[in-house]
């Protein structure tokens, strides 16, 4: 990612580092080493704050904020787990399904605890699966200011306060590819809906017909403007 004038380019990398460009001689400058877990399923990303005084790194389901300016490492979040795995039978829950391999008929008696045991065996690795995947960091925005984080992973979109690793209010239970805030910090886009952060109320949703109008015309405006 690219950072603010005079700050070097920020790489993540896939071993949970994070490699600092200077872009205007394509040489590494620096090598950071965050104290995230090397369990993330996706390589660290690295986003700057608008204001340049914060980097935050985003992996498994961890966040390392830095002092951009002091080149440490201050806190390192760890994040919840949010909510329970979609229900594996599509609202059926698993005593009901249960139930109905024993009242049919058409099963031969022999037969049906095995149907149950390879039952109970695929939903327990659907719960895992869902598990491990729930918890990774699929993107990350940083506020200009550089005191929140917005991310989105499987459970949905969520904002955390850098200061405490606190999840001060759940967005949306969307998952978004992109994330960015408007210059403002007033502002937080993904590639379909644009939210005030404030409140977590959708200020505008795209047509799906008019790429033109998406949530993302709403920064580059202010872009413009500045």
């Known amino acids: 990612t690219a950072g603010p004038p005079n700050s070097p380019a920020a790489t993540g990398c896939a071993d949970g580092s ?4 200077d872009v205007s001689i394509g040489k590494q400058v620096r090598k950071l080493a965050p104290s995230l877990s090397q369990t993330g399923l996706l390589p660290s990303m690295a986003r700057y704050s608008l204001n340049g005084r914060a980097l935050v790194f985003g992996m498994g389901d961890q966040l390392s904020v830095w002092d951009a300016g002091e080149n440490k490492e201050p806190r390192r979040v760890t994040l919840p787990q949010d909510g329970a795995p979609p229900d594996f039978f599509g609202g059926r829950q698993i005593d009901d399904a249960e139930k109905q391999i024993r009242e049919n008929k058409a099963i031969p008696e022999s037969e049906k605890q095995t149907y149950i045991n390879n039952m109970k065996q695929a939903q327990q690795s659907y719960v895992t ?3 491990e995947h729930s918890k990774v960091i699929q993107t990350l925005a940083v506020h200009p200011n550089g005191h929140m ?3 989105a992973k499987t459970g949905g979109l ?4 850098t200061k405490t690793g606190q999840v ?3 967005i949306d239970d969307k998952v978004a590819t992109h994330l960015v805030f408007s210059p403002d910090g007033q502002t937080l886009l993904s590639e379909k809906e644009a939210w005030d952060p404030s409140t977590g109320n959708v200020r505008q949703t795209a047509p799906s017909h008019n790429t033109d109008s998406s949530p993302m ?6 872009m413009d403007e500045m």
Do not use: D, P, Y
């Open 158 to 161: 969520f904002l955390v306060e």
């Open 217 to 222: 015309a709403v920064i580059q405006r202010q």
């Open 18 to 21: 994070v490699w600092l460009w």
């Open 149 to 151: 984080v917005a991310l």
């Open 168 to 170: 001060v209010r759940k």
């Open 129 to 131: 699966l869902w598990k």
